[in-house]
């Protein structure tokens, strides 16, 4: 398979890293994750109503460009090197690829033209209290009253979940287990019976959030798709989210390569740089094997899931899980290269470290991908 980007493709990636590069800098990075929000408005207007970022994947009967994943992959991969504070991850890998999957007509004409432009902000709550990937994590209970369902239980670790404008739930008819009974809803972010908690987290350029469902009176119309059947669609949400978050840790591991690389070269002891001695070369020589392998299975991921293929499952979470450690090791390995600056505040390697075990845990464990492939392919 040809890994190549076609020229549009290259022009929308070279177009990216330049806007990232002078409006997403270390500076601006810290400063987002340090407001109230996560993130910067001012950016987040541009990345959506001016550059279209929003609409890539989106069908253009829904207001998107309809452009396909592996154009969202690609702009992933830019976004990962620099760290982007923004709702886009949830609003887009998470939120807007759960009403393409599971919504109804109307609610993808209702929800889908503003998460294109960027006037609405997305997210989907899956994890229950535990924060795993599986369909037992769901813990939030649905059950029918009149014309209504009413939801009661605890969705944590939910993406931006503290600001998104439009939250889709996961939950589960009473008794069910397992893939059985899980639907999910659409609601506004500030529904009655809904409080919406922060929660401290180790990575400060994602914002997580704890959502507390109280009798919340949900009607018919948020219901997305059958009643109880919505397992399929959901799982296949969060297969797509994972290219998409394999395609961002392999930008963070690049950016990780090239820092250290960068350092090595400058940095000198002995007389000489430091790039120049044996164990240091070896250890770059690592990480370019570990981003070079990473990249071939994002991508490749990312041209099945614009295929829509059978392989999707298999692919999505072969990419999460070897993304995941290669992301890990080469954030680790670069504070190494840096040595004692690597630890400092002033240094973006620690800032790539929490990104890089968030990313790891988020959507699944590595060990829990790596069970999940095992079992697609019949191991």
Not at 167 to 173: G, M, Y
Not at 296 to 316: I, K, P, Q, W
Not at 354 to 359: G, I, L, P, Q, V
Request: include cysteine.
């Amino acid at each position: 398979m040809d890994f190549q980007f076609n020229d549009e493709q290259e022009e929308l990636r070279s177009i990216a890293r330049a806007f990232l590069e002078e409006h997403c800098g270390s500076e601006q990075v810290r400063k987002a994750m340090e407001s109230e929000l996560g993130f910067d408005a001012a950016l987040w207007q541009q990345i959506g109503a001016e550059l279209g970022w929003t609409s890539v994947h989106i069908p253009e009967s829904y207001g998107g460009l309809g452009l396909g994943y592996v154009e969202l992959v690609a702009l992933m991969e830019i976004m990962g090197e620099v760290l982007v504070c923004a709702p886009f991850f949830s609003s887009i890998a998470l939120g807007a690829n759960a009403l393409i999957e599971a919504g109804t007509e109307a609610q993808q004409q209702e929800h889908l033209p503003g998460i294109a432009g960027g006037a609405t902000r997305a997210t989907l709550a899956f994890a229950g209290q535990s924060g795993r990937a599986d369909a037992d994590a769901i813990g939030v209970r649905a059950r029918r009253d009149g014309d209504d369902y009413v939801l009661d239980g605890i969705h944590s670790f939910v993406l931006d979940g503290h600001s998104a404008d439009l939250v889709i739930v996961a939950a589960r008819a009473e008794g069910s287990t397992g893939g059985d009974g899980v639907s999910l809803f659409a609601l506004p972010g500030g529904h009655a019976g809904l409080a919406r908690r922060p929660l401290p987290t180790m990575d400060q350029t994602r914002r997580l959030a704890e959502l507390t469902f109280s009798s919340a009176r949900v009607p018919a119309a948020a219901l997305m798709g059958e009643e109880g059947g919505a397992w399929p669609a959901l799982s296949r949400t969060l297969q797509l989210a994972c290219v998409a978050l394999a395609a961002e840790q392999v930008g963070g591991a690049q950016r990780c390569l090239d820092s250290s690389v960068a350092y090595a070269c400058e940095r000198e002891q002995f007389g000489r740089p430091i790039g120049s001695f044996q164990a240091i070369k070896h250890k770059c020589a690592d990480m370019m094997v570990e981003v070079e392998s990473a990249r071939s299975a994002a991508y490749y991921a990312g041209c099945v899931a614009a295929e829509r293929s059978d392989e999707l499952a298999a692919c999505a979470s072969l990419a999460k899980a070897y993304c995941s450690d290669a992301y890990f090791r080469c954030a680790a390995d670069a504070i190494q290269i840096h040595g004692g600056v690597g630890f400092t505040w002033e240094y973006d390697c620690h800032l790539h470290l929490k990104r890089a075990k968030s990313s790891e845990s988020f959507l699944g464990e590595p060990a829990y991908h790596r069970e999940l492939v095992a079992q697609e392919i019949g191991l």
